[in-house]
T-cell receptor, first 116, second 114 residues
Framework: KQEVTQIPAALSVPEGENLVLNCSFT??????LQWFRQDPGKGLTSLLLIQSSQREQTSGRLNASLDKSSGRSTLYIAASQPGDSATYLCAVRRVINTGANSKLTFGKGITLSVRP | DAGVIQSPRHEVTEMGQEVTLRCKPI?????LFWYRQTMMRGLELLIY????????DSGMPEDRFSAKMPNASFSTLKIQPSEPRDSAVYFC????????????FGPGTRLTVL
């Protein structure tokens, strides 16, 4: 059974700092990995989607990397801003066989607070 | 596009009552997903549909939960009878063409069962 872990559960940093959020998963047979942002009381916003054949994806100040063999992904946020404060979740989708499901398995998220 | 729309945004009910949550996916999306989020268990997939047909309902916790998708623009998740342990935030999401594509989430319905 796939398990996704995100440690620490919460992180507080001063504005301007570059930071790395970690995600680990137990089963390396994944199809892709997705990073989401969740603001309080809101739904999830997709940030980056990395296919299993890719090593990284970039969008603006965000860079996500994937190392399937070690079961790890990182989300790098450059020059953090107070507006980056939110909960960041990673989710993995396993390799699909005919008739199987395509369930996304989520970590519990890292709540980030960027102090002005 | 308005994105995925869910209603109500908040629901407070008493144990034993029937609860119906509603979702309108993004127009043209073929896949619709229902998730539940709790502090203890995080986000869990309950069920998903492809072209209005349920594909995998293995995440539905028990027979008290049922989901339908009568057409491409509407889905419901029903809990009958509701119990306090059903209190959670329920999200609906949709995706285009494939369940492997990016999923777009609605704002969620926060359910409290007293």
């Amino acid at each position: 059974k796939q398990e996704v872990t995100q440690i620490p559960a919460a992180l507080s940093v001063p504005e301007g700092e570059n930071l790395v959020l970690n995600c680990s998963f137990t089963d390396s047979a994944i199809y892709n990995l997705q990073w989401f942002r969740q603001d309080p009381g809101k739904g999830l916003t997709s940030l980056l989607l990395i296919q299993s054949s890719q090593r990284e994806q970039t969008s603006g100040r965000l860079n996500a990397s994937l190392d399937k063999s070690s079961g790890r992904s990182t989300l790098y946020i450059a020059a953090s801003q107070p507006g980056d404060s939110a909960t960041y979740l990673c989710a993995v989708r396993r390799v699909i066989n005919t008739g199987a499901n395509s369930k996304l398995t989520f970590g519990k998220g890292i709540t980030l607070s960027v102090r002005p | 596009d308005a994105g995925v729309i869910q209603s109500p945004r908040h629901e407070v009910t008493e144990m034993g009552q029937e609860v119906t949550l509603r979702c309108k996916p993004i127009s043209g999306h073929d896949y619709l997903f229902w998730y539940r989020q709790t502090m203890m268990r995080g986000l869990e997939l309950l069920i998903y549909f492809n072209n209005n047909v349920p594909i995998d309902d293995s995440g539905m916790p028990e027979d008290r939960f049922s989901a339908k998708m009568p057409n491409a623009s509407f889905s419901t998740l029903k809990i009958q009878p509701s119990e306090p342990r059903d209190s959670a935030v329920y999200f609906c999401a949709s995706s285009l063409d494939s369940p492997y594509n990016e999923q777009f989430f609605g704002p969620g319905t926060r359910l409290t069962v007293l």
